[in-house]
């Protein structure tokens, strides 16, 4: 019987698995602004040893890395450059963690900052404060490694996760794409589940995994009302209202149809990453550590409201959203800091 129903699951893939993929949602045309902004930054000299995915909140640069001795995360003062402690150490331990990962998604406590983090090998979502400490633990069903895979996962209140399940290859060059679900972690109960586009079918003869055509950078708004997501070979971001299930994806003129896209063509990543506070999305154009040093900022209406151009090469980035700041990093270690607070006036 089981066998049964896998072969009708396929026959019912394989049939509406086409070329032709819907977008469940608004699609918006917007113009590529015409003035570009040029920031100067100023240099930031940070003590001892940093490397990897940098971030920023609050007056406090983070900097994840496995090459750290002292711990997976080193928190240092923006300010004076000085670093203020090594945290989520390695270990088994109740205070310790074997593989950390890290969504960007920030909170406070008396001790100021506290920051959501995910140890994979233990199915733990902890939310730790700079001095380390692990001020709220959950430890939920949902996320055994042998479930689907979550790529990013957002707390959203005391009770529910907002979870990205990634696309799924399961015929050569058939794709289920990728999904969103909202569950109770505390029972494990699926209260929604948002799917924005149709299942794919893609010639397999490029080199980008199937997989992979939908990919995105997301980010959250701090109030935890809207999801942004930067499409990666789009050109486009989406804006996801979670209360309504609403979702509008917003492109310029040159943007590729998608079905193009699948179709085969050569594929160009437009953007690497994205940040985000209750005003701005910013989408850094360029791939993942090869960005071109501009930064395109939308409202979370989905006006395109500036391009800006940082002055020195880039490969990380980080966006303080409390001090309004943006970081830049490249590969000799060098960190600039400019200030955005001129978007705000």
Known sequence: MKFINILIFAVLLLTSCGNKVEFYGEMIEVAYPEHIDTLTGHALKLEGEYTDYMSAHDGVLLFFSMKHPDGYVYLYDAKTGQRINAICKRGDGPDEVIHVDFFECFEKDSSGICMWVYDINKSNFMLVNRQGHFVKRIKTSILKSNDPFYGRIFVLNDSLLLAYLQAVEIFQDKVISPHYSIFNYETGEQRKEYKFYSDYSVNNNTEVEPIMYLSSFEGIKPDKSKLVMAMTYLNRINIFDIKSGKIKSIGTKDTPDLNTVLSGESMKPYYGGVRCDDRYIYVI????????????????????????????????????????????????????????????E
């Not at 966006?319 to 990093?329: E, G, H, Q, R």
């Open 285 to 344: 154009e360029g791939t993942y550590n090869q960005l071109t040093g501009k930064i395109n900022v939308f409202d979370w209406s989905g006006n395109f409201t500036n391009v800006l151009q940082v002055n020195k090469e880039a490969t990380f980035i980080a966006f303080d959203a409390v001090l309004k700041t943006l970081y830049t990093k490249n590969d000799t270690e060098e960190i600039m800091a400019y200030d955005l607070k001129f978007l705000y």
